[in-house]
């Protein structure tokens, strides 16, 4: 550690992280959102976010993101996937009640179509400040919105393991939620150009195959000790398991304008969760797979729609991604029925074979520009079911 340097992270021992995982809190959930803070005239991004925090009413269910031109809510602790989704729904429309008031527009899409770097501004506080010096320039094309989800565990072991196994469900997630193909005035050719933003960063890859709960531990503390993070929380993974509440947040997803889309990520992912924290207790091999095969069809995701062919990372079956989504559906329908969620099946229908919202911003785009996409990502917006 840097000489003088204040321990801002570990000052709880080891055990203290362990027990916070071992609370019985059966597969609970918690939702963050990031949504773009719009002007109405213009639907170009303007800086609102500290005006925002000022007129919430729980601040801690809101938060700053790096860009003054986002805004970030996140859920309680919720019991269930319907309970998560009544609160989004109240938060989308807090903000949007907000809005009416001081003078602006909730945004939703994982990039904002035409928003440029050179004219966004850091939010000011100490770990927003240590971010932006770290990245420089391209903090400021991390112009990008998501939707992370949360599922309590409640083993530290276990939660390893299951992290490692669910890796391989990680392009699934990404090419049902793709929603961003658009980025500083361009169309880019991928469907989720958040992704390759937010890729510039450091530590947002997937992870690779973690020995165990002690072995992340110290991974993250040398991080720390080296100066290369100031919180735990700076570990970008796409899957992580996060020190603080207890939970495998998957960070894979574009964030989406439709909530019954939302409800239906979040529902994968609780049961993901669910199905593997049985499978991993009897078969370690769930854990194993081709990390390059696993990242080939990540890309693939990133950048071609459900026809695009790649190779199952665990087991080697050559595919279509539109078959790979439906690989991940066999694999955990049983906890998806046992939990009481089989009905967002035929919202992830509808995305296969209609497009996603990455598609639909490109239809929209094409037949009536992109002046006009802008005022569709406000418009479009669901603030309830």
Known sequence: ???????????????????????????????????????????????????????????????????????????????????????????????????????????????????????????????????ADQLKYYAKRNITFSTHIHISVDDPERAIKITNATRRWIPALLAISANSPFFEGEKTGFKSSRTMQFGAFPRTNIPVKID??????????????????????????????????????????????????????????QALVHSYDTMVMYNNNLEDMNYEILNDAFWKATRFDFNSKVTDCFDGKRLTLKDYVYKMIDTIHLSLSELGNSDVLETLDDIVENGTEADNQIEYERKNGKNKLLFYLIDDVEYSL
């Open 212 to 269: 165990s709960f002690d072995s992340y531990f110290n991974l993250v503390r040398t991080l720390e000790e080296t100066n290369s993070i100031q919180k735990p929380r700076q570990v970008w993974w796409k899957i992580r398991p996060h020190l603080d509440y207890g939970t495998l947040e998957y960070r894979i997803c574009d964030v989406q304008r439709s909530l019954k889309r939302t409800k239906m990520l979040v529902a994968l992912v």
């Open 1 to 131: 550690m840097v000489s003088g340097q204040k321990q801002l992270v570990f000052d709880m021992h080891i055990e203290d992280y362990k027990n916070i995982f071992k609370q019985k809190r059966n597969y609970s959930i918690g939702v963050e959102e990031e949504f773009m803070i719009c002007d109405p005239k213009t639907g170009n991004l303007i800086d609102r976010a500290d005006e925002i925090m000022n007129m919430v009413a729980d601040k801690d269910r809101f938060s700053y993101e790096l860009l003054l031109s986002e805004i970030e809510t996140n859920t309680p602790i919720c019991a269930d996937v319907n309970e998560s989704i009544d609160c989004l729904s109240r938060q989308r429309t807090e903000l949007k009640e907000i809005g009416n008031k001081i003078g602006y527009s909730l945004g939703v899409s994982g990039t904002h179509p035409t928003a440029m770097a050179v004219d966004q501004s850091f939010v000011e506080n100490t770990s927003y400040n240590w971010v």
